[in-house]
């Protein structure tokens, strides 16, 4: 499983970035997310509805919507992640609507939205209010081309939802089946059929895979200790992390960090 360099407890207010192969287990975070294809092919899935994403196509996630990845071949992407507090009056219609189907046909993706997401992932120099408004112009085309509709109570939320949110919020705490039991009221063997039905891997695997993308995010601070990092993120021990960071991305915590610093993801 090759997986995003993203976690649910985003730390960054605002992310974006031009990337490769993009495959990451349905997941949700209360920040919004837009993806755009630029070659290749790549399954989105939000909520119960599945797409496969071709090039020049692009999906808007909610937040608080369950979303994943999956991409099997070659494929290119433009991926922004941010903060409903940037987006000025947008911030009303993502809290208060929902979007009954988020993707876009490539008729319908607006030239702006590319553009200003290339904008966003080529310049980190540019100040905050630029920022802010390129990624308004991506967003507020991709909402004029989209259905919405006013947002229900939280009712209708499944089991799924209250799993992977409880996980985001304890990410650094123990996670087996039966801890998530005890503090959600749930049998265990639900929560194990959740992960293998909807999620497509078990609890473990998902858990590690966010908490190894957590870590990746931490180590681009070269000032973070990698020790305090593996407490962070819940691996337990500097040891494990190493050894899930050696499984899952081929190289150590410290080899990642150098890669990151030379700029190379």
């Given at each position: 499983?090759?997986?995003?360099?993203?976690?649910?407890?985003i730390?960054?207010?605002?992310?974006?970035?031009?990337?490769?192969?993009l495959?990451?287990?349905?997941?949700?975070?209360?920040?919004?997310?837009?993806?755009?294809?630029?070659?290749?092919?790549?399954?989105?899935?939000?909520?119960?509805?599945?797409?496969?994403?071709?090039?020049?196509?692009?999906?808007?996630?909610?937040?608080?919507?369950?979303?994943?990845?999956?991409?099997?071949?070659?494929?290119?992407?433009?991926?922004?992640?941010?903060?409903?507090?940037?987006?000025?009056?947008?911030r009303?219609?993502?809290?208060?609507?929902?979007?009954?189907?988020?993707?876009?046909?490539?008729?319908?993706?607006?030239?702006?939205?590319?553009?200003?997401?290339?904008?966003?992932?080529?310049?980190?120099?540019?100040?905050?209010?630029?920022?802010?408004?390129?990624?308004?112009?991506?967003?507020?085309?991709?909402?004029?081309?989209?259905?919405?509709?006013?947002?229900?109570?939280?009712?209708?939320?499944?089991?799924?939802?209250?799993?992977?949110?409880h996980?985001?919020?304890?990410?650094?705490?123990?996670l087996?089946?039966?801890?998530?039991?005890?503090?959600?009221?749930?049998?265990?063997?639900?929560?194990?059929?959740?992960?293998?039905?909807?999620?497509?891997?078990?609890?473990?695997?998902?858990?590690?895979?966010?908490?190894?993308s957590?870590?990746?995010?931490?180590?681009?601070?070269?000032?973070?200790?990698?020790?305090?990092?593996?407490?962070?993120?819940?691996?337990?021990?500097?040891?494990t992390?190493?050894?899930?960071?050696?499984?899952?991305?081929?190289?150590?915590?410290?080899?990642?960090?150098?890669?990151?610093?030379?700029?190379?993801?």
């Amino acid at each position: 499983m090759s997986l995003g360099y993203f976690y649910e407890g985003i730390p960054h207010r605002l992310r974006v970035n031009e990337g490769r192969n993009l495959t990451f287990p349905l997941h949700l975070h209360m920040q919004a997310e837009l993806i755009c294809m630029l070659s290749g092919c790549t399954y989105v899935t939000v909520e119960s509805k599945r797409v496969l994403l071709r090039e020049g196509e692009a999906a808007l996630i909610f937040p608080g919507s369950v979303h994943g990845y999956e991409t099997n071949g070659e494929s290119r992407h433009l991926l922004a992640i941010w903060d409903a507090s940037l987006v000025g009056e947008y911030r009303e219609v993502l809290a208060g609507f929902h979007c009954p189907d988020p993707f876009l046909p490539r008729e319908a993706v607006h030239p702006d939205v590319p553009h200003c997401l290339k904008a966003l992932s080529e310049s980190a120099e540019l100040d905050e209010s630029l920022r802010r408004a390129y990624l308004m112009v991506a967003l507020g085309r991709a909402l004029d081309a989209l259905p919405l509709e006013p947002l229900k109570t939280a009712g209708g939320r499944d089991a799924l939802h209250s799993v992977l949110t409880h996980i985001s919020a304890h990410l650094s705490e123990p996670l087996s089946l039966e801890d998530l039991s005890r503090a959600l009221f749930l049998n265990k063997y639900t929560i194990s059929k959740l992960f293998s039905e909807r999620v497509g891997c078990s609890l473990s695997t998902y858990v590690n895979a966010l908490r190894v993308s957590m870590a990746e995010s931490l180590l681009r601070d070269p000032r973070a200790d990698i020790r305090e990092i593996a407490e962070q993120c819940g691996f337990g021990s500097e040891r494990t992390l190493y050894r899930a960071f050696r499984s899952q991305r081929g190289v150590t915590p410290g080899q990642l960090r150098r890669a990151l610093s030379r700029g190379k993801p």
